[in-house]
């Protein structure tokens, strides 16, 4: 997951120029495009022999998006509060990030493994019971109970990869549907206000404090 979060970190500190040229709203509804494109690109490339490198395509577009899109959103919590509950924005912040992240990862993580539920029972054949149980568990599970497997290990091996990717499509074409949502609301709703480079020292100057 490196080359993606090296992108988020670089995207994100450039996001603050992009919405002063095409304002926040675009900003935002860019890296939501280009995260939907990222799941997009994880989900039609992905392959048991491809290995990492078919994800890493998707991985990176999803790191450019993030990165445009997380600066735009922050700002736009942060700015819609007064500066002396500013703690409350970013406690808002936080916890909608966290929350966001729980629940996707506990959404597509189980869209991923019905998927694969679905997928390997086609596949496990003349796969005796006892490694086929623990197999249909599991990804993990299966390739535990290859070991056990004899003969039958490099297929058991085989259909639980397969399956795996099966779940994963599912999974990241969900996420898609969910980021096309998202990216009709930003452009139809998202926050204008762009915040240029200075206006925080400004107003800093002139507060009393200052």
Same mark, same amino acid.
Do not use: H, K
């Given at each position: ?71 735009p959103a922050t700002e736009a919590i942060t700015a819609a509060l007064p500066r002396e509950r500013q703690g409350v924005a970013s406690a808002l912040n936080d916890v909608t990030r966290e929350f966001g992240t ?24 003349? @796969? ?65 206000? @762009?915040?240029?480079r200075g206006t925080v020292e400004a107003e800093a100057a002139d507060s009393p404090v200052g």
């Amino acid at each position: 997951l490196m080359p993606m979060a090296l992108l988020m970190m670089v995207t994100s500190g450039l996001a603050p120029r992009v919405a002063e040229r095409i304002g926040g709203r675009s900003t935002m509804a860019a890296g939501v495009l280009l995260g939907g494109a990222g799941l997009a690109l994880l989900a039609a490339f992905v392959s048991v022999d491809g290995g990492y490198l078919s994800v890493l395509p998707g991985m990176l577009i999803m790191g450019i998006g993030m990165g445009l899109t997380m600066t735009p959103a922050t700002e736009a919590i942060t700015a819609a509060l007064p500066r002396e509950r500013q703690g409350v924005a970013s406690a808002l912040n936080d916890v909608t990030r966290e929350f966001g992240t729980a629940l996707g990862v506990a959404l597509l993580g189980a869209l991923l493994s019905s998927g694969y539920r679905d997928a390997i029972d086609s596949r496990l054949g003349s @796969t005796p019971e006892d490694a086929a149980g623990p197999a249909r568990e599991g990804i993990a599970n299966a390739l535990e109970a290859a070991d056990q497997a004899g003969p039958y290990a490099q297929s058991l091996i085989r259909a639980a990869q397969e399956s795996f990717v099966d779940g994963w499509q599912q999974a990241m074409w969900a996420g898609v549907a969910v980021m096309a949502a998202l990216f009709f609301y930003v452009l139809t709703r998202g926050p204008q206000r @762009t915040v240029v480079r200075g206006t925080v020292e400004a107003e800093a100057a002139d507060s009393p404090v200052g």
